[in-house]
């Protein structure tokens, strides 16, 4: 069978709400990556099959196919199609299965899996609008609710659920907040980021870091914060992913196109899994979403270098800890979405460029990457570094 090659992983960096990345219109902000993939690449863009681009509020700037937006913002050949997905959290994850997955099947040769999320311009919920409640009534009824289920709360069930404490999550995101700034100061992703312009009426600067991390946070300045989603609860905006702008892609083909093209593979698509979990608690997910891909592809957690799960919320990663066993020092070894952001349809792209990244600065072997998304599913990946 055909195989399917990484060439290459790019973001933004993370803006915060309101933040550096506020002025850039998400069309604008993903034809941006996707130009700027293209250029390092030296890649001529009517070679592209196609954009698959994952992008969960799919209204206002964000409506009608983002995806082909941004490849006629780009300024590309009219030929390139583009398509919009929605898995939630996992949108551009489930957008470079579905690129990678076209290559081995020979559908296409060359395809970029992308993702965008303006939570500033196109905030989370918004397309939940006055049209209609999107939980159909025969849902509600099966889960004895009157309204569609909040991630807060599930984040909160499954810390309890766990055993988690209010401590044990502040103690994961002061480590979150410490390795992101860790890793920034060493400079581990400056391959992964695209510095992009911005100007706030004092001249064109170039925005290269993200915008979130704070390097001072102790479990005592978190200890400080009040929960966010239920009273006397844990979760607070110190243990849970935060609101964030940007824009990812990944340049994928098979192999023998890479070959032709001079491009040099940088990772081999091992394994793909998906797993559906109880949609109330929500952020499960990732417990069968890794135990279907590791028996997949033969491997054990042992076998796996490097891990990048979404920290959707602390609770989230320490109850997959939990659960699996995993060796938390492989996992999320720059930080995650506590400290650098969870732009939601961008993540999926955003994670694969770090954990490509990290791989090879470390020299591992194989990286595994998870998501949960609402709905109560996760995706989750295992790369091979060439
Ligand atoms: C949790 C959440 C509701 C918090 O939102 P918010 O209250 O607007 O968050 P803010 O960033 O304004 O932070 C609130 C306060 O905590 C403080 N804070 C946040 N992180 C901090 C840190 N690491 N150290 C110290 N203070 C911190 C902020 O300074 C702010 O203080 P202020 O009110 O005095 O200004 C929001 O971040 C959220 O919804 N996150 C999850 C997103 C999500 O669900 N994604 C999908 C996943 S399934």
Same mark, same amino acid.
């Given at each position: 069978?055909?195989?399917?090659?990484?060439?290459?992983?790019?973001?933004?960096?993370?803006?915060?709400?309101?933040?550096?990345?506020?002025?850039?219109?998400?069309?604008?902000?993903?034809?941006?990556?996707?130009?700027?993939?293209?250029?390092?690449?030296?890649?001529?863009?009517?070679?592209?099959?196609?954009?698959?681009?994952?992008?969960?509020?799919?209204?206002?700037?964000?409506?009608?196919?983002?995806?082909?937006?941004?490849?006629?913002?780009?300024?590309?050949?009219?030929?390139?199609?583009?398509?919009?997905?929605?898995?939630?959290?996992?949108?551009?994850?489930?957008?470079?299965?579905?690129?990678?997955?076209?290559?081995?099947?020979?559908?296409?040769?060359?395809?970029?899996?992308?993702?965008?999320?303006?939570?500033?311009?196109?905030?989370?919920?918004?397309?939940?609008?006055?049209?209609?409640?999107?939980?159909?009534?025969?849902?509600?009824?099966?889960?004895?609710?009157?309204?569609?289920?909040?991630?807060?709360?599930?984040?909160?069930?499954?810390?309890?659920?766990?055993?988690?404490?209010?401590?044990?999550?502040?103690?994961?995101?002061?480590?979150?907040?410490?390795?992101?700034?860790?890793?920034?100061?060493?400079?581990?992703?400056?391959?992964?980021?695209?510095?992009?312009?911005?100007?706030?009426?004092?001249?064109?600067?170039?925005?290269?870091?993200?915008?979130?991390?704070?390097?001072?946070?102790?479990?005592?300045?978190?200890?400080?914060?009040?929960?966010?989603?239920?009273?006397?609860?844990?979760?607070?905006?110190?243990?849970?992913?935060?609101?964030?702008?940007?824009?990812?892609?990944?340049?994928?083909?098979?192999?023998?196109?890479?070959?032709?093209?001079?491009?040099?593979?940088?990772?081999?698509?091992?394994?793909?899994?998906?797993?559906?979990?109880?949609?109330?608690?929500?952020?499960? =997910?990732?417990?069968? #979403?890794?135990?279907?891909? $590791?028996?997949?592809? &033969?491997?054990? %957690?042992?076998?796996?270098? +490097?891990? @990048?799960?979404?920290?959707?919320?602390?609770?989230?990663?320490?109850?997959?800890?939990?659960?699996?066993?995993?060796?938390?020092?492989?996992?999320?070894?720059? =930080?995650?979405?506590? #400290?650098?952001?969870?732009? $939601?349809?961008?993540? &999926?792209?955003? %994670?694969?460029?770090?954990? +490509?990244? @990290?791989?090879?600065?470390?020299?591992?072997?194989?990286?595994?990457?998870?998501?949960?998304?609402?709905?109560?599913?996760?995706?989750?990946?295992?790369?091979?570094?060439?």
């Amino acid at each position: 069978m055909r195989d399917a090659v990484i060439v290459d992983a790019i973001r933004t960096p993370g803006g915060k709400r309101n933040g550096q990345l506020r002025d850039w219109h998400p069309v604008s902000l993903a034809a941006f990556v996707l130009n700027t993939l293209v250029q390092r690449n030296d890649l001529d863009p009517a070679l592209i099959d196609d954009v698959i681009m994952g992008c969960t509020m799919q209204v206002g700037e964000q409506a009608m196919n983002i995806a082909r937006n941004s490849v006629l913002a780009a300024g590309w050949p009219e030929s390139i199609p583009g398509t919009t997905i929605d898995r939630q959290c996992g949108s551009s994850q489930q957008a470079m299965h579905f690129a990678a997955q076209g290559v081995m099947a020979g559908a296409y040769d060359v395809v970029v899996a992308a993702g965008v999320e303006s939570m500033t311009r196109v905030p989370m919920f918004s397309s939940w609008t006055d049209i209609g409640n999107p939980w159909a009534p025969e849902q509600l009824a099966r889960y004895s609710l009157t309204e569609a289920p909040n991630q807060g709360i599930g984040s909160e069930m499954i810390a309890d659920e766990y055993g988690l404490t209010r401590l044990d999550l502040d103690q994961f995101s002061v480590q979150s907040q410490l390795r992101a700034a860790l890793a920034t100061k060493e400079g581990r992703f400056e391959n992964e980021i695209l510095p992009i312009p911005i100007d706030f009426g004092d001249g064109v600067k170039l925005a290269t870091r993200d915008e979130g991390i704070r390097e001072g946070t102790t479990t005592e300045t978190l200890g400080t914060l009040k929960p966010s989603f239920v009273e006397g609860g844990k979760v607070t905006a110190g243990n849970s992913s935060q609101i964030c702008d940007g824009a990812s892609a990944v340049l994928i083909m098979s192999s023998q196109k890479a070959a032709e093209l001079g491009l040099r593979p940088r990772a081999r698509f091992h394994a793909f899994a998906l797993a559906g979990a109880d949609p109330v608690t929500m952020l499960k =997910g990732p417990i069968p #979403a890794t135990a279907k891909i $590791l028996a997949k592809s &033969g491997l054990t %957690l042992d076998d796996i270098d +490097l891990v @990048e799960i979404n920290e959707a919320f602390a609770s989230v990663v320490l109850v997959w800890q939990k659960a699996t066993g995993a060796d938390l020092s492989k996992v999320n070894p720059n =930080g995650g979405a506590i #400290a650098l952001g969870h732009p $939601l349809g961008s993540t &999926g792209t955003k %994670l694969m460029a770090t954990l +490509l990244n @990290e791989l090879e600065r470390t020299k591992g072997r194989y990286g595994l990457q998870v998501i949960c998304e609402g709905g109560g599913m996760a995706n989750a990946t295992i790369i091979e570094r060439i």
